[in-house]
C-alpha cells in the first residue's frame, strides 16, 4: 500500500482497466439503471390505476 497526502492508503495491486472497458461498464449500468427506472414507473402507475379503481369501487361494510 502507498500512502498519499493525508494520510490516504492506496492499494498497489489496482486491476488495469482499459478505457474501453470502462465505458462497456457504464453503457451497461446505464441501461440496467434505465430498466430499474422504467420499472419503477410501470410499478406507480398500477399503484395510482389500483388506487383509482380501489377509490371507485367503495367497500361497504354490514
Known sequence: QVQQQGGI??????PNVTAQQARDV???TARGLWWFVFG???GLLASLIGAAAGA???RTYN
Not at 492508503?9 to 489496482?14: A, E, F, G
Open 9 to 14: 492508503n492506496i492499494p498497489q495491486n489496482t
Open 26 to 28: 457504464a453503457t451497461a
Open 40 to 42: 419503477s414507473l410501470l
Open 56 to 58: 371507485r369501487k367503495p
